[in-house]
């Protein structure tokens, strides 16, 4: 494996580890803000209240979904990553590629 390969594929590791984290982080904020805004609903709330509430529940519904992709995304790059890195004879058997 040629060394800039190697560079990149441990920028990949990192750069996915890192925002693996923040990723997660995102996502307990994101449900712990929503849920907030559901037990405001279930208070009673106004009407005027009640319209932005339900507004923001919807994005942060649509926030969540997209992060978990991205979580999915990340960690399937960073399983691949880490296994190129690890064992280049392996991944060139299972992909048909020259290491």
Known sequence: M?????QRLA??????????VEVKD????????SLALKA????GADEAAVSL????R????RRLEELKAERSALAT????????????AKMAEATGLRP
């Not at 405001?40 to 208070?43: V, Y």
């Open 40 to 43: 405001k609903l279930e208070t």
């Open 77 to 88: 790059e960073l399983e691949a990553s880490t296994l190129q890195l690890s064992t280049p």
């Open 26 to 33: 995102e996502i307990a904020r994101f449900q712990d803000e």
């Open 58 to 61: 919807r994005f942060l519904g």
């Open 11 to 20: 920028h990949s590791r990192h750069y996915c580890a890192d925002r693996l």
């Open 53 to 56: 509430i339900r507004r923001r």
């Open 2 to 6: 040629t060394d800039e390969r190697t």
